[in-house]
């Protein structure tokens, strides 16, 4: 026996009101239409809804009962277009997020964090990886959004978006203390002897440092330690004279994690990190909020 939900909504209304004329004054239908109701509902059942012989009306076990249900579906019936509102503002969902795992450590770790402070009901997925693999997966319809150079994407590609957050520079990092720390004015010849350490086959950041570091003059480097964890690479810089070449994003402007940007101008141009998304696909209203959100972050860090 199929019975509408509609009218257990309405038998609930009912039972609350205590009155034909009240419940259809809070549905917004009249008297008759609801007498027609229960006797439609009373019907279908076989058994009554109310006592006939009492003022206000007083439902029957069955159909206080039924007014429970009725009162359920609507409970669950004003929840589920809450939670269709909050999807349609980006309230809701899932957001799937990629960046090269120095931008995931600063700027990414940051940006998550406190939106997901205002957004509690939303997950976040954010995956370290290099251009090679984050590119993959966004082709693949496996990440909304990455983060990364806007070298990351081929000069004429129209399959992908590019918005531009903030503009960053590539530095020689070492820890705080470090002899070439120390110089007013360090020259290339300060840098031999430096013991290095490097950076995965599959980050860019290998080809920039060895540019850089030929344009200064420094050839055939040593380098000691090379790893794709942006944590163990700094970890070592702290306890060792290692150098490296690191975006100048990776280091906190206040010395906080020990480390500090040696007073050498690399001889390299600025590159722009960009939030990057797939032309083709429809952006969710979450997906265009964390961007915004990533834009406000990176302006209140790094400046337009």
């Keep these: 026996m199929q019975i509408d939900p509609r009218h257990l909504e309405q038998l609930a209304v009912i039972v609350e009101a205590g009155t034909l004329q009240l419940a259809a004054e809070r549905i917004g239908t009249s008297q008759p239409a609801l007498s027609r109701m229960i006797g439609t509902l009373e019907a279908r059942i076989g058994m009554p809804l109310f006592e006939r012989s009492t003022r206000p009306l007083t439902p029957t076990a069955l159909g206080l009962e039924l007014s429970h249900q009725g009162r359920a579906i609507r409970t669950a019936r004003l929840r ?24 995931c450590r600063s700027l990414m770790s940051d940006a998550v964090a406190s ?19 984050l590119m993959e997966r966004i082709y693949r319809n496996q990440l909304d959004i990455v983060v990364g150079p806007s070298k990351f994407v081929d000069k004429g590609n129209t399959e992908l978006v590019l918005e ?47 540019d850089a570091l030929r344009m200064l003059g420094v050839r055939s ?4 330690f090379q790893s794709e ?28 994690d020990g480390l500090a940007i040696a007073p050498i101008e690399l001889p390299t141009q600025p590159h722009v990190i960009s939030a990057i998304t797939l ?16 834009r406000a972050q990176a302006t209140a860090r790094y400046g337009a």
Excluded at 115 to 133: E, H, K, M, Q
Excluded at 236 to 255: C, E, M, R, W
Excluded at 281 to 294: G, I, N, Q, W
């Design 229 to 256: 964890s942006a944590q163990a690479v700094l970890e070592l810089l702290k306890q060792s004279d290692f150098l490296t070449v690191l975006p100048n994003y990776a280091i906190k402007a206040d010395g906080g």
């Design 80 to 103: 589920a277009i809450e939670t269709v509102d909050f999807g349609s503002r980006g309230f809701f969902g899932v957001l799937k997020l990629g960046a090269p795992p120095f931008l």
């Design 164 to 210: 531009p957050l903030f503009s960053d520079r590539i530095v020689i990092v070492g820890r705080a203390g470090h002899p070439v720390m120390q110089v007013d004015a360090p020259s290339a010849g300060d840098l031999d002897g430096i013991t290095w350490v490097g950076h995965s086959e599959r980050s860019i950041l290998l080809a920039d440092m060895e």
């Design 221 to 224: 480097p040593r380098v000691a």
């Design 279 to 294: 032309a083709e696909r429809a952006e969710s209203k979450l997906t265009s909020d964390f961007k915004a959100h990533l």
């Design 115 to 133: 939106f997901l402070a205002a957004r509690p009901n939303i997950r976040i997925d954010l995956t370290p990886d290099y251009r090679s693999g």
